[in-house]
């Protein structure tokens, strides 16, 4: 292409002496002349070209400048990609998260729709509105006659296809043929006016037999029957061969009467015992049992002290320990009730080791209890059975049930009977989960006396009161009963709306009050005499709501104790209600607290850590 050629720079001469256009003389004197007009080329175009580049449809937000005029709704568009600190790695600890594996975004959608969501694309694998589609559904099953039915969205009903009085294919014919006529509006009004009236016969209003605008069709209700036979038929046969291939039954009926069998075998099981220290431990040098108390032990009325300091822990059951409960007097021996269905007997003094276990509960302990000589105690257990043992040998003296209840609380009758094999205590009564408590005498043939079933909840606690004339229970039902002994009917019901259940009680040793564990987290007062609330006096400050932590007095009644939820031990001063002193007793619930009976200064805890621990 020729140069663009301005027309002010040619020169036109003539004539010797004159320089041409590139300033040399022209040896001619002719004129220089144009032969044609010149062409004009266009101005080279330096943009980029954008048709092929690619406009990104967000832009960083980080960018100091870009190369490409953007649209409008890109430069207030809202900031898509996680937010992350600036000049710091994704991989930096530093980095901006609120989700252990990364940065999670918040949405706007509420958990209803998320689920519902979640649950069709899952079942249908789409979202959004469902196709509104009629389907009919064949049914037929053994011993039926074949059903269609179809949608609840179909204009006509679900009605029997070929049964018995189907007359629904001559008013479909009836109306085609109406329709090809050219009266379409009135047969389709008057063929559902008809499915309608076809629905029940006899449902007219105003009769004794008018169930109702949706009352289902006679040809539905067959259906549902027919439905149900077949559905029970198929249960029955599919129990007998689960029956035969598994070795289990599977029925109701069958499931109790192998509970009732696996109960009475349960009892008829005479346990082992282990003992633990060496063999003539058992005995002494003067032939005495290893029951006898030292002879340094003396009971002295003296006053209690506030232990200090944490000096023993006994360990070896398995599971947590649910009671402990010290020889009657002296508190020479601890027994121990375990989660892990064990029972042991641990020397208080001397090596402080374990002497003996008895084995027989198939599951965890849940309350034990000492006679007034200590010469045997009772044991029961979340396996529905309750033991009578002999401490000394470990043997179990008798067993005793009640159906497919548990026992709540075992207490014997503290005064001396007839001496029939434990020391004149024949007597005792249980708290089961069935809201009974049965009253058991050991020298009749099947033990059962009598029972007192006015509770409406499960039997949780059982304390004699007035000189062992009365005895007061509480329930889960959150309500004090005061019964008479040997008459089972309550003579003071204690309900208030404001009261809780009381999983523990325990007497003063002055015989005139009793405190109640209450589960709104404070310890009750009632006095004896009346059984009325004493207002003025309330302990708090624990955590006992949903935990049945035991309570109990110094042996001069001072001070109150109890564990709660969170593995402390609590004392309270008695006079002033008081927190006098608290104490970081297990890891886990501390459910129970003795203080010792000579050696005031001494109190056991227990807990649901498994240890059971001696403070002084």
């Given at each position: 292409e020729e140069a663009p050629i301005d027309e002010g720079s040619l020169h036109m001469a003539s004539g010797e002496g004159n320089e041409d256009f590139f300033g040399v003389e022209?040896?001619?004197?002719?004129?220089?002349?144009?032969?044609?007009?010149?062409?004009?080329?266009?101005?080279?175009?330096?943009?980029?070209?954008?048709?092929?580049?690619?406009?990104?449809?967000?832009?960083?937000?980080?960018?100091?400048?870009?190369?490409y005029n953007a649209p409008v709704d890109s430069l207030y568009a809202l900031v898509e990609g996680p937010t992350k600190e600036t000049g710091r790695p994704i991989g930096s600890s530093r980095y901006n998260r609120n989700h252990h594996t990364g940065q999670v975004e918040d949405l706007a959608i509420n958990q209803y729709t998320f689920h519902e969501q979640y649950h069709q694309f899952n079942s249908f694998g789409t979202l959004g509105d469902m196709p509104r589609r009629k389907k009919t559904v064949n049914i037929s099953l053994p011993g039926m006659s074949d059903y269609a039915l179809a949608d609840e969205d179909d204009e006509d009903e679900s009605k029997p296809v070929g049964g018995e009085g189907d007359d629904s294919d001559d008013d479909d014919d009836g109306g085609n043929a109406e329709e090809e006529a050219g009266g379409s509006s009135s047969s389709s009004s008057s063929s559902r006016s008809a499915s309608k009236r076809r629905r029940r016969e006899h449902n007219t209003p105003g009769t004794d037999t008018f169930q109702g605008p949706w009352a289902a069709s006679e040809a539905e209700e067959k259906l549902v029957a027919e439905i149900d036979l077949v559905q029970k038929a198929n249960k029955k046969a599919f129990e007998s061969v689960e029956k035969v291939k598994k070795g289990h039954y599977t029925t109701q009926e069958e499931r109790e009467a192998k509970e009732e069998e696996e109960?009475?075998?349960?009892?008829?099981?005479?346990?082992?015992?282990?003992?633990?220290?060496?063999?003539?431990?058992?005995?002494?040098y003067q032939g005495r049992s290893w029951l006898v108390p030292p002879s340094e032990l003396k009971v002295v009325d003296h006053g209690a002290f506030i232990p200090k300091m944490w000096i023993?822990?006994?360990?070896?059951?398995?599971?947590?320990?649910?009671?402990?409960?010290?020889?009657?007097?002296?508190?020479?021996?601890?027994?121990?009730?375990?989660?892990?269905?064990?029972?042991?007997?641990?020397?208080?003094?001397?090596?402080?080791?374990?002497?003996?276990?008895?084995?027989?509960h198939t599951k965890g302990v849940r309350d034990i209890t000492f006679t007034g000589t200590g010469r045997h105690f009772l044991s029961g257990g979340f396996d529905k059975v309750v033991r009578l043992w002999d401490t000394e040998t470990g043997q179990i003296v008798q067993s005793f049930a009640n159906g497919r209840a548990i026992p709540y609380v075992l207490k014997f009758y503290p005064q001396q009977g007839a001496n029939a094999g434990t020391d004149g205590y024949n007597e005792f009564l249980s708290g089961w989960s069935d809201k009974r408590i049965v009253q058991y005498d050991i020298r009749t043939p099947d033990a059962f006396v009598q029972e007192y079933t006015e509770h409406l909840g499960a039997v949780n606690t059982i304390t004699f009161v007035d000189d062992n004339r009365r005895f007061v229970s509480s329930s889960d039902d959150k309500s004090l009963r005061v019964w008479e002994y040997g008459i089972p009917v309550t003579i003071k019901l204690l309900s208030e709306p404001h009261m809780h259940s009381m999983p523990s009680v325990a007497v003063h040793p002055n015989n005139k009050y009793v405190i109640c564990q209450s589960l709104d987290n404070q310890i009750l007062v009632y006095k004896t005499a009346g059984f009325s609330l004493n207002k003025k006096k309330r302990f708090a400050g624990h955590t006992s709501a949903g935990y049945a932590c035991q309570l109990g007095f110094s042996p001069d009644g001072r001070y109150v104790i109890s564990g709660d939820g969170e593995g402390r031990l609590w004392v309270w001063d008695w006079k002033t209600s008081r927190p006098f002193k608290t104490i970081k007793a297990h890891d886990r619930a501390c459910v129970g607290a003795v203080w010792h009976p000579i050696e005031t200064s001494k109190i056991v805890t227990c807990g649901w850590d498994s240890a059971i621990k001696l403070w002084d």
């Amino acid at each position: 292409e020729e140069a663009p050629i301005d027309e002010g720079s040619l020169h036109m001469a003539s004539g010797e002496g004159n320089e041409d256009f590139f300033g040399v003389e022209s040896s001619s004197s002719t004129s220089i002349s144009t032969a044609s007009t010149p062409s004009l080329v266009p101005r080279p175009n330096l943009a980029p070209d954008i048709s092929r580049m690619i406009i990104p449809s967000t832009i960083d937000p980080h960018a100091l400048k870009i190369s490409y005029n953007a649209p409008v709704d890109s430069l207030y568009a809202l900031v898509e990609g996680p937010t992350k600190e600036t000049g710091r790695p994704i991989g930096s600890s530093r980095y901006n998260r609120n989700h252990h594996t990364g940065q999670v975004e918040d949405l706007a959608i509420n958990q209803y729709t998320f689920h519902e969501q979640y649950h069709q694309f899952n079942s249908f694998g789409t979202l959004g509105d469902m196709p509104r589609r009629k389907k009919t559904v064949n049914i037929s099953l053994p011993g039926m006659s074949d059903y269609a039915l179809a949608d609840e969205d179909d204009e006509d009903e679900s009605k029997p296809v070929g049964g018995e009085g189907d007359d629904s294919d001559d008013d479909d014919d009836g109306g085609n043929a109406e329709e090809e006529a050219g009266g379409s509006s009135s047969s389709s009004s008057s063929s559902r006016s008809a499915s309608k009236r076809r629905r029940r016969e006899h449902n007219t209003p105003g009769t004794d037999t008018f169930q109702g605008p949706w009352a289902a069709s006679e040809a539905e209700e067959k259906l549902v029957a027919e439905i149900d036979l077949v559905q029970k038929a198929n249960k029955k046969a599919f129990e007998s061969v689960e029956k035969v291939k598994k070795g289990h039954y599977t029925t109701q009926e069958e499931r109790e009467a192998k509970e009732e069998e696996e109960l009475r075998q349960r009892m008829q099981d005479k346990g082992r015992t282990i003992w633990h220290a060496q063999k003539d431990r058992a005995r002494d040098y003067q032939g005495r049992s290893w029951l006898v108390p030292p002879s340094e032990l003396k009971v002295v009325d003296h006053g209690a002290f506030i232990p200090k300091m944490w000096i023993h822990t006994w360990s070896g059951h398995t599971k947590g320990v649910n009671a402990v409960r010290l020889f009657p007097t002296y508190g020479h021996l601890l027994l121990s009730a375990g989660l892990d269905g064990a029972v042991k007997i641990w020397d208080v003094y001397n090596k402080r080791k374990v002497l003996r276990t008895y084995l027989a509960h198939t599951k965890g302990v849940r309350d034990i209890t000492f006679t007034g000589t200590g010469r045997h105690f009772l044991s029961g257990g979340f396996d529905k059975v309750v033991r009578l043992w002999d401490t000394e040998t470990g043997q179990i003296v008798q067993s005793f049930a009640n159906g497919r209840a548990i026992p709540y609380v075992l207490k014997f009758y503290p005064q001396q009977g007839a001496n029939a094999g434990t020391d004149g205590y024949n007597e005792f009564l249980s708290g089961w989960s069935d809201k009974r408590i049965v009253q058991y005498d050991i020298r009749t043939p099947d033990a059962f006396v009598q029972e007192y079933t006015e509770h409406l909840g499960a039997v949780n606690t059982i304390t004699f009161v007035d000189d062992n004339r009365r005895f007061v229970s509480s329930s889960d039902d959150k309500s004090l009963r005061v019964w008479e002994y040997g008459i089972p009917v309550t003579i003071k019901l204690l309900s208030e709306p404001h009261m809780h259940s009381m999983p523990s009680v325990a007497v003063h040793p002055n015989n005139k009050y009793v405190i109640c564990q209450s589960l709104d987290n404070q310890i009750l007062v009632y006095k004896t005499a009346g059984f009325s609330l004493n207002k003025k006096k309330r302990f708090a400050g624990h955590t006992s709501a949903g935990y049945a932590c035991q309570l109990g007095f110094s042996p001069d009644g001072r001070y109150v104790i109890s564990g709660d939820g969170e593995g402390r031990l609590w004392v309270w001063d008695w006079k002033t209600s008081r927190p006098f002193k608290t104490i970081k007793a297990h890891d886990r619930a501390c459910v129970g607290a003795v203080w010792h009976p000579i050696e005031t200064s001494k109190i056991v805890t227990c807990g649901w850590d498994s240890a059971i621990k001696l403070w002084d």
